[in-house]
């Protein structure tokens, strides 16, 4: 069996696993129980996915493709982040309005 991805945790390997069972390729999880030992080995490149060698070409375009898609839609979501802040700013204006004027008016009843 040859590596095809190296997950950052076994959630992620497990993720890239069922994608690849749902493509007709049969696939390994190596390193998984390993992750308990953190603190004591290194933390990088312990959980990795394998295939057999003939099916790696296909199980790397698949893999290829699905982080090409997660990468689309992260560019999307950043094209949408000004509106976020703007309610933020509009938020915090109102807030600062708000406090000014109950100040003015608790200072104004309390003399």
């Known amino acids: ?9 076994a959630i992620e390997a497990h993720m890239m ?14 390193g998984e129980l390993l ?22 070409d296909n199980a790397k375009s698949i893999i290829d493709e699905w982080e090409y898609s997660i990468s689309s839609q992260q560019l999307g979501d950043n ?12 938020g915090f204006v ?3 309005i ?3 004027a109950l100040l003015v008016n608790w200072y104004r009843v309390g003399l």
């Not at 069996?1 to 945790?9: R, T």
């Not at 290194?42 to 057999?52: I, S």
Request: hydrophobic content about 45%; cysteine-free.
């Open 35 to 56: 992750q308990g030992g953190i603190g004591e080995i290194q933390t990088m490149g312990l959980v990795t996915v394998l295939v057999e060698e003939d099916d790696f």
């Open 94 to 96: 109102v807030g600062v």
């Open 1 to 9: 069996m040859i590596l095809v991805y190296e997950a950052n945790d």
């Open 98 to 100: 708000v406090t000014v």
């Open 79 to 90: 094209e949408s982040q000004p509106f976020p802040f703007l309610v933020f700013l509009m």
């Open 17 to 30: 696993q069922d994608l690849l069972e749902r493509n007709h390729i049969g696939s390994r999880i190596d």
